[in-house]
């Protein structure tokens, strides 16, 4: 974006005065001539930074006319929407006057989004945030999403939007753990958690990309970084979106929704000690 006249111009004064060579210029009258080089230099430069703009606008204009948007697009688009506030017309842009960034990221309510081509048509996935847990939105968030995205995807493409809730997770879980770390319910002997195994399988599933893969593989990896853990087993796994029932993970699961939920009453932990 363009700086002002009086930006160039402070600089234009700026470096005179570092220079020594100049010295001998101590008029302070606006009207002394070299002031007023100096104004019209900075009168150029200001114009100069204009047209940049201009030429940049128009770039991205043909851009945006003549060019069809990759799905990374349409991802950055849905992170880019903002609850209430309308786009400046016949653009996919926002008006920014007035608002701190604080204030914008209030109103970015879409924390992840994710989108695919399934039979010609994009299905596009989103989820707000509550509490640092991924939540779906509501309809009325939802209806606005929809509307923000119809006004600014590409002539003739066909998508499906979509916030659901969670696929639930299921998991039995033998821990053999270290009885120098460990108690026989999972707790830390130095007191420093109750619940360090369960704390550390959902931060495994929320560090997941947002509809990406769940592998079991993975998650066994993930407990033997936890202290006080010698050998995690995964005895088994299933998952289910809406009200699908139960279906055995083998190995890999792409949560339907985009992430995974795991309940107390989903999560069976078996703690041996090891060794014995």
Same mark, same amino acid.
């Given at each position: 974006?363009?700086?002002?006249?009086?930006?160039?111009?402070?600089?234009?004064?700026?470096?005179?005065?570092?220079?020594?060579?100049?010295?001998?210029?101590?008029?302070?009258?606006?009207?002394?001539?070299?002031?007023?080089?100096?104004?019209?230099?900075?009168?150029?430069?200001?114009?100069?930074?204009?047209?940049?703009?201009?030429?940049?606008?128009?770039?991205?204009?043909?851009?945006?006319?003549?060019?069809?948007?990759?799905?990374?697009?349409?991802?950055?688009?849905?992170?880019?929407?903002?609850?209430?506030?309308?786009?400046?017309?016949?653009?996919?842009?926002?008006?920014? =006057?007035? #608002? !701190?960034?604080? /204030?914008?990221?209030? %109103?970015?309510?879409? *924390?992840? +989004?994710?989108?695919?081509?399934?039979?010609?048509?994009?299905?596009?996935?989103?989820?707000?945030?509550?509490?640092?847990?991924?939540?779906?939105?509501?309809?009325?968030?939802?209806?606005?999403?929809?509307?923000?995205?119809?006004?600014?995807?590409?002539?003739?493409?066909?998508?499906?939007?979509?916030?659901?809730?969670?696929?639930?997770?299921?998991?039995?879980?033998?821990?053999?753990?270290?009885?120098?770390?460990?108690?026989?319910?999972?707790?830390?002997?130095?007191?420093?958690?109750?619940?360090?195994?369960?704390?550390?399988?959902?931060?495994?599933?929320?560090?997941?990309?947002?509809?990406?893969?769940?592998?079991?593989?993975?998650?066994? =990896?993930? #407990? !033997?970084?936890? /202290?006080?853990?010698? %050998?995690?087993?995964? *005895?088994? +796994?299933?998952?289910?979106?809406?009200?699908?029932?139960?279906?055995?993970?083998?190995?890999?699961?792409?949560?339907?929704?985009?992430?995974?939920?795991?309940?107390?009453?989903?999560?069976?932990?078996?703690?041996?000690?090891?060794?014995?």
């Amino acid at each position: 974006m363009a700086r002002t006249i009086d930006y160039w111009y402070s600089q234009i004064i700026a470096q005179k005065e570092a220079t020594s060579e100049l010295d001998v210029l101590t008029s302070t009258s606006k009207v002394a001539i070299w002031r007023l080089f100096a104004y019209v230099v900075a009168v150029v430069i200001w114009s100069l930074d204009k047209l940049f703009d201009i030429h940049k606008a128009e770039i991205d204009d043909l851009i945006s006319l003549e060019k069809a948007h990759r799905l990374q697009w349409y991802r950055q688009k849905a992170l880019a929407f903002r609850l209430g506030q309308d786009l400046i017309d016949e653009t996919d842009q926002y008006d920014n =006057t007035g #608002l !701190t960034d604080a /204030d914008i990221e209030a %109103l970015q309510i879409i *924390k992840q +989004a994710a989108v695919n081509e399934i039979k010609g048509q994009l299905r596009l996935k989103v989820v707000s945030e509550s509490g640092g847990e991924y939540q779906q939105l509501d309809e009325g968030q939802l209806l606005a999403f929809t509307d923000y995205m119809e006004r600014i995807k590409d002539a003739g493409e066909r998508i499906k939007y979509e916030s659901l809730p969670p696929d639930d997770l299921k998991l039995n879980v033998d821990i053999f753990y270290n009885p120098l770390v460990l108690k026989s319910d999972g707790s830390r002997i130095d007191g420093a958690s109750t619940t360090p195994i369960p704390d550390a399988i959902r931060a495994h599933l929320k560090n997941l990309r947002f509809s990406g893969e769940y592998a079991n593989s993975r998650l066994h =990896t993930a #407990l !033997t970084l936890v /202290d006080g853990v010698v %050998l995690p087993v995964v *005895k088994s +796994a299933q998952a289910k979106y809406g009200l699908f029932p139960f279906t055995t993970i083998d190995e890999r699961y792409i949560p339907d929704a985009g992430y995974l939920e795991l309940t107390d009453i989903n999560l069976t932990i078996n703690y041996r000690e090891y060794g014995v």
